[in-house]
């Protein structure tokens, strides 16, 4: 079975890296890998995949970021501008707003914790 | 498993009170010997004999299996019910004291039962069980309520839970029916061609929780993830959590006087749909854990597993085929579910792809495809470009252990836009050439799992014919040099000198955008013939023109989007011009024949 599969073309990978680089007009970031602390949110901009999950009736909306802050992962989209979000095509897209880290723990016995990475998207491009 | 215990319980429960009257009389008399009191049973005394050596026995059903029921004879002892819910205790004769379940989460009616100079034994001495549960009507905006469920059966795999409050509206024969159908076909078909979980929690005996209420009408059923969350951790977002494996089911979905056969077979469909949806989301929170998945499922995948599963093993081609047949919405362009809109003829689209796929594996390997498409879920590339969750089906189909390899099959290496798209070209062309009977194998599985034809009511014979409406397969974003370009092999991942497009593949005829903007009159039909083997659909109708215009700003991207005060960094997208006017017609000589060839293409000019 296909695991950790790669589809970064190195090219692509440039080109963004560079549009990371073109936004980097935002707040003080903390560096890779060390996120800020849960509830605490800084504002980011995100560029990704706007995706559906859940199963229906109680569908979200998450961008899946390739990007930085905290490294690539499903970021719920919050806030004023869910509704209208969850109504564009599905693809790629650009969000802007306060992202946040939180930690749920699991229900059972595993002691697991389930890190939900939000943003409340204060303004989006596709 | 309770279903006999059920019954001797309600029969006990008759002989209860002229049992208690005799009880009484015979109680002034106070300690008899062994003799004395067999007498008095051969007298007519009662609903059961006395013990032996000067012992009584107590007995009843506390309505689950496990329940802990403590008592005192001379010290504090316990007996725990039976896997039907049974229990017994043998005290002396003339004990009294009082009798006490419990069992975690549940509660019990009565709380206890006391006893005074028990002298003969007694049985049906029951309790019924009971459980608080959040639940979710559905009912807008939010009708979020604790309510206490009483457990109506239960087996080795499921309680059934039901509301009291609406108790009334479904039978205790309806309620086992769907209990036993999850226990006998949900349980075995779902464990094991998606994923059998592993973590059983907040239920003794690790059964899983169906509760059956009533909610808003337009919903069958539903399945929450949030259920496997802490309770006290979703407060912040007011939601609930029930910690434990629940989904949940509406009564009024589930019985229908007038058609209650059909009810049932889609209640047993909704069975196996939403244990899918538990079953899977269990796999990313329970049994990834430490892997390198990073996303979920798309809502798409995952009701796509959720249908083909009911489809399959709950007999819902019955269901679906026919509304595949005579749904009008198949002309509009609503069968793209891979943005989910909770259309009906979404559910029948995925439906039907999934059983063309399961039909086209070779039956020894069709468990692991689920399997795999939910393996395949781990990771998301750097390429906004194309629709991850698609890469992840196609390289489900390509795993060995899975092996679909139809003719001009590219195998999926390196996950690039050019062959994630030709290959999803492909196998749409394929599943549209299933459907208008021209598979043979397609139409063989249908007709082996379901009562319901395809070829016949689905080959197109005329232009006012269709057989499906894939338009719209929305893949994701490309480059071309010219949009007004329909051959697939134009798109192109290069971005120099190119123009940013999206990519569209589709069977039959898309209506130019002045058809789609014109609702006062009827879209012209083709005046092409059409052949056996083509896929063709039109609106029309105003009425489908303009579902089809709602179709098209989910699927080709070209809704407009305002700017707003609180998006100055950024502008609004402009409204696309629309490219897609594809000559053709229907005429399978431009590529929608069975032989050759894509399917129809089209791209949509695109803000980069």
Redesign the interface.
């Known amino acids: 079975m296909t695991t950790a599969r790669r589809r970064v073309s190195l090219p692509r990978a440039c080109v963004l890296g560079a549009a990371l680089l073109l936004c980097a007009c935002a707040p003080p970031f903390p560096a890779p890998g060390s996120p800020p602390p849960e509830a605490t949110p800084i504002s980011w901009d995100i560029q990704g995949i706007l995706r559906q999950v859940g199963s229906f009736p109680h569908v979200e909306m998450v961008v899946t970021g390739l990007s930085e802050p905290f490294g690539q992962g499903d970021y719920y989209v919050t806030g004023s501008l869910r509704k209208e979000i969850s109504a564009l095509p599905l693809g790629r897209i650009k969000v802007r707003g306060r992202v946040s880290r939180r930690e749920i723990a699991l229900a059972g016995t595993s002691g697991g914790k389930r890190i939900r990475l939000e943003i409340d998207v204060a303004a989006y491009e596709r | 498993m309770m279903k006999g215990s059920r019954h001797a319980r309600n029969s006990g429960i008759a002989r209860l009170s002229p049992g208690t009257r005799r009880f009484g009389l015979n109680a002034v008399l106070g300690l008899l010997c062994s003799v004395l009191f067999s007498v008095l049973l051969a007298c007519g005394g009662g609903g059961g004999g006395g013990g032996t050596s000067g012992t009584v026995t107590i007995a009843g059903n506390a309505a689950t299996a496990g329940a802990v029921l403590t008592y005192t004879d001379g010290v504090s002892k316990t007996v725990t019910t039976d896997a039907s819910g049974n229990f017994s205790i043998t005290v002396p004769s003339g004990w009294s004291g009082t009798l006490t379940p419990a069992l975690t989460r549940f509660s019990f009616q009565p709380s206890e039962r006391t006893f005074a100079n028990v002298r003969r034994d007694l049985d049906a001495q029951d309790f019924t069980a009971h459980r608080d549960f959040w639940t979710d009507t559905?009912v807008s905006p939010s009708a979020w309520r604790s309510s206490t469920f009483r457990l109506a059966y239960q087996n080795s795999q499921c309680n059934v839970w039901v509301l009291p409050r609406d108790e009334a509206g479904i039978s205790q024969d309806l309620l086992e029916h769907y209990g036993d159908y999850f226990l006998n076909h949900s349980w075995p078909d779902v464990t094991t061609y998606v994923h059998e979980p592993q973590?059983?929690?907040?239920e003794p005996g690790g059964r899983i929780n169906i509760l059956f209420f009533r909610m808003a009408e337009s919903?069958a059923g539903?399945?929450?993830?949030?259920?496997?969350?802490?309770d006290?951790?979703?407060l912040i977002y007011d939601l609930h959590?029930n910690?434990?494996n629940v989904f949940y089911l509406n009564i009024d979905a589930a019985v229908d006087p007038a058609h209650q056969a059909f009810a049932t077979l889609f209640t047993e469909g909704t069975l196996t749909h939403e244990f899918q949806?538990m079953c899977?989301?269990h796999y990313f929170?329970?049994d990834s854990?430490g892997?390198?998945k990073?996303?979920?499922?798309?809502?798409?995948a995952?009701?796509f597993c959720?249908t083909t599963m009911e489809t399959v093993f709950a007999g819902q081609m019955d269901v679906y085929i026919p509304d595949y047949q005579s749904s009008p919405d198949f002309t509009t362009g609503a069968s793209d579910f891979?943005?989910?809109q909770?259309n009906f003829t979404q559910y029948t689209s995925a439906s039907m792809l999934g059983t063309y796929l399961l039909s086209q594996v070779e039956a020894a390997k069709r468990p692991h495809l689920f399997k795999?498409f939910l393996?395949?879920t781990?990771?998301?590339?750097?390429?906004?470009?194309t629709?991850?969750?698609v890469?992840d089906l196609l390289?489900a189909l390509q795993?060995p252990?899975v092996a679909w390899a139809p003719g001009g099959w590219k195998t999926l290496t390196?996950?690039?836009a050019t062959d994630v798209r030709d290959d999803w070209a492909l196998l749409l062309k394929n599943f549209c050439i299933g459907l208008t009977g021209t598979n043979s194998a397609y139409n063989t599985y249908v007709a082996a799992n379901s009562s319901q034809t395809i070829a016949p009511a689905c080959i197109p014979t005329t232009a006012a014919s269709y057989a499906l409406k894939p338009s719209g397969w929305?893949i994701?974003?490309t480059h071309v040099p010219d949009t007004a370009s329909t051959s697939i092999a134009s798109a192109t991942?290069s971005?120099s000198g190119t123009t940013p497009a999206y990519v569209f593949v589709y069977n039959g005829t898309i209506p130019t955008d002045s058809d789609l903007n014109d609702t006062s009159a009827a879209i012209a039909s083709v005046s092409t013939p059409v052949l056996a083997d083509q896929i063709v659909a039109r609106p029309a109708a105003k009425a489908e023109a303009a579902r089809m215009g709602r179709s098209r700003a989910?699927?080709?991207?070209s809704?407009p989007?305002r700017e707003?005060a609180?998006?100055?960094?950024?502008?609004p997208?402009a409204m696309p011009s629309v490219r897609a006017a594809i000559p053709g017609d229907g005429n399978h000589a431009n590529g929608g024949d069975s032989t050759a060839g894509y399917n129809y293409c089209g791209y949509t000019e695109r803000?980069e």
Not at chain 2, 199 to 202: A, R
Not at chain 2, 554 to 557: C, H, K, L, S
Not at chain 2, 566 to 571: D, S
């Open positions: 559905l973590e059983f929690f907040g919903y539903y399945f929450w993830n949030i259920d496997f969350e802490k006290e951790d979703l959590s910690e434990t949806h899977n989301a929170y329970f854990v892997s390198t990073t996303r979920w499922m798309d809502t798409w995952d009701e959720s891979l943005q989910w909770n795999t393996e395949s781990d990771s998301v590339g750097s390429d906004p470009d629709y991850t969750s890469e390289a795993d252990q390196d996950f690039n929305f994701g974003k991942t971005t989910i699927n080709r991207a809704g989007r707003t609180a998006a100055p960094l950024f502008r997208a803000p």
